[in-house]
């Protein structure tokens, strides 16, 4: 199975580059460092004995931080790969770890390609983030003599459904791993119904829970909301294609009953920064856009947050908030950002990918499911007028994020038992 599975892999390759030349179009960082993408000129040897650990984008990336800082603390000794598949992913690596990890894209799932990778690396162990389940990559990382584990392990009913199509892949690629460190409960379940030994499965929690509000982050975020004064702002964060628009109505329809309401935008994407900011204008209304260090006066309605790496900061500057990838189906993004701040925080339906982390926050009173822009401007107008309310549901979030600590401390301890320096790999 995994033959022909690999066959296919290999005539999509011109396919593949394809795409790196389309979204180069908006994003010229995709059309650079295409030879990390097949594991290309690297020389054998260039590290030995590492610790690589795959992330995918940013999301993935920012919720490893904490894990790799720890790993990076307890183990100074043993270098770290640290692979994403994106240009935006490689920038926060770069930013939060310099050269302290060694940065590369993953290559794509090629046999070959991953073995020019391992002669290259050498990792004695792979750490694999949230729902990178890759058979080639855990074929060729075990025939490498690497250990493998999952960590944060997510695999929702829908992703279930996917890969129970395939048993004679799926069976023996997860009969690799090691360790299966999943969220919850429900994901031990299903990853157990693929064919994973319940021995491999352990439930940890996740680490996302784990973050960390800096005095740096606090302090930027005040300074940030200070000129804003008393004005009502919200933030709707990590917007995609098409919801952009229904986060504006109901920004309009919000301002009818609180005119001073300020709204900061971060579209999920850098590449369509400029394509929102000419959606904003469009819709005659004042924009000030972060990146150019524009001033927010009476006279702006929408502040575009169009820079990488600050959206944990721009929560702090909000009252309320919107995350987005939910009005729209996309599955959700990270809803614990703002609720560490103690922000109440809003989402469309599509949460597929975090229906643990939302039924902890709904359960809490923490979270507003909304359908459209016309329930979500409401939402917004109904907490702004009562500050208990608005209150009450914030010290919920904050607390539900305080009672899920802990799965960043089991995970070392599961990452050292597995550490090519104590397990004599």
Same mark, same amino acid.
């Given at each position: 199975?995994?033959? =022909?599975?690999?066959? =296919?892999?290999?005539?999509?390759?011109?396919?593949?580059?394809?795409? =790196?030349?389309?979204?180069?179009? /908006?994003?010229?960082?995709?059309?650079?460092?295409?030879?990390?993408?097949?594991?290309?000129?690297?020389?054998?040897?260039?590290?030995?004995?590492?610790?690589?650990?795959?992330?995918?984008?940013?999301?993935?990336?920012?919720?490893?931080?904490?894990?790799?800082?720890?790993?990076?603390?307890?183990?100074?000794?043993?270098?770290?790969?640290?692979?994403?598949?994106?240009?935006?992913?490689?920038?926060?690596?770069?930013?939060?770890?310099?050269? /302290?990890? @060694?940065?590369?894209?993953?290559?794509?799932?090629?046999?070959?390609?991953?073995?020019?990778?391992?002669?290259?690396?050498?990792?004695?162990?792979?750490?694999?983030?949230?729902?990178?389940?890759?058979?080639? =990559?855990?074929?060729?990382? /075990?025939?490498?003599?690497?250990?493998?584990?999952?960590?944060?392990?997510?695999?929702?009913?829908?992703?279930?459904?996917?890969?129970?199509?395939?048993?004679?892949?799926?069976?023996?690629?997860?009969?690799?791993?090691?360790?299966?460190?999943?969220?919850?409960?429900?994901?031990?379940?299903?990853?157990?119904?693929?064919?994973?030994?319940?021995?491999?499965?352990?439930?940890?929690?996740?680490?996302?829970?784990?973050?960390?509000?800096?005095?740096?982050?606090?302090? /930027?975020?005040?300074?940030?909301?200070?000129?804003?004064?008393?004005?009502?702002?919200?933030?709707?964060?990590? @917007?995609?294609?098409?919801?952009?628009?229904?986060?504006?109505?109901?920004?309009?329809?919000?301002?009818?009953?609180?005119?001073?309401?300020?709204?900061?935008?971060?579209?999920?994407?850098?590449?369509?920064?400029?394509?929102?900011?000419?959606?904003?204008?469009?819709?005659?209304?004042?924009?000030a856009r972060r990146s150019r260090q524009d001033a927010v006066d009476d006279g702006v309605q929408v502040y575009l947050?169009?820079?990488?790496?600050?959206?944990?900061?721009?929560?702090?500057?909000?009252?309320?908030?919107?995350?987005?990838?939910?009005?729209?189906?996309?599955?959700?993004?990270?809803?614990?950002?703002?609720?560490?701040?103690?922000?109440?925080?809003?989402?469309?339906?599509?949460?597929?990918?975090? @229906?643990?982390?939302?039924?902890?926050?709904?359960?809490?009173?923490?979270?507003?499911?909304?359908?459209?822009?016309?329930?979500?401007?409401?939402?917004?107008?109904?907490?702004?007028?009562?500050?208990?309310?608005?209150?009450?549901?914030?010290?919920?979030?904050?607390?539900?994020?305080?009672?899920?600590?802990?799965?960043?401390?089991?995970?070392?301890?599961?990452?050292?038992?597995?550490?090519?320096?104590?397990?004599?790999?």
């Open positions: 199975m995994r033959v =022909l599975y690999s066959t =296919l892999w290999y005539l999509l390759l011109p396919a593949l580059f394809l795409r =790196l030349w389309w979204r180069g179009r /908006r994003a010229p960082a995709y059309r650079q460092r295409w030879r990390e993408r097949l594991a290309l000129g690297y020389r054998p040897g260039t590290l030995t004995g590492s610790v690589w650990i795959h992330a995918v984008s940013v999301g993935e990336t920012l919720a490893a931080a904490p894990l790799i800082e720890a790993l990076l603390a307890e183990f100074p000794d043993t270098p770290l790969v640290v692979t994403t598949t994106t240009p935006t992913g490689s920038e926060r690596v770069r930013a939060l770890f310099g050269d /302290r990890v @060694t940065h590369v894209y993953c290559p794509w799932e090629l046999p070959t390609a991953y073995r020019r990778f391992l002669r290259a690396f050498d990792p004695r162990l792979v750490v694999i983030l949230e729902t990178e389940l890759w058979p080639n =990559l855990c074929a060729a990382a /075990r025939a490498h003599g690497a250990r493998l584990l999952l960590m944060n392990g997510r695999l929702s009913e829908k992703s279930f459904r996917g890969y129970a199509r395939l048993p004679r892949l799926v069976r023996p690629m997860l009969a690799r791993f090691d360790v299966l460190a999943v969220q919850t409960e429900a994901e031990a379940r299903r990853f157990e119904a693929l064919g994973a030994s319940p021995d491999q499965v352990r439930v940890n929690g996740s680490i996302k829970f784990d973050l960390s509000l800096t005095d740096e982050v606090r302090a /930027r975020a005040a300074e940030l909301r200070a000129p804003w004064g008393t004005r009502p702002v919200w933030i709707a964060a990590s @917007t995609h294609p098409g919801e952009d628009e229904k986060v504006l109505e109901a920004h309009r329809r919000l301002r009818a009953s609180h005119p001073d309401a300020l709204l900061i935008l971060v579209p999920r994407h850098p590449e369509r920064f400029d394509e929102v900011a000419g959606l904003i204008r469009r819709q005659g209304v004042g924009l947050a169009d820079t990488m790496g600050e959206l944990l900061m721009l929560f702090g500057a909000a009252d309320l908030a919107f995350v987005g990838g939910s009005l729209v189906p996309v599955g959700g993004h990270n809803l614990l950002e703002p609720a560490a701040w103690g922000l109440p925080v809003l989402s469309g339906p599509h949460l597929h990918n975090f @229906t643990a982390i939302a039924a902890l926050l709904d359960e809490a009173g923490a979270l507003t499911v909304v359908e459209g822009e016309q329930p979500l401007a409401a939402a917004l107008a109904a907490l702004y007028d009562d500050a208990g309310e608005r209150r009450r549901r914030g010290e919920a979030a904050a607390g539900v994020v305080a009672a899920n600590r802990g799965a960043l401390q089991r995970g070392v301890g599961i990452c050292s038992s597995l550490w090519p320096s104590r397990s004599g790999l």
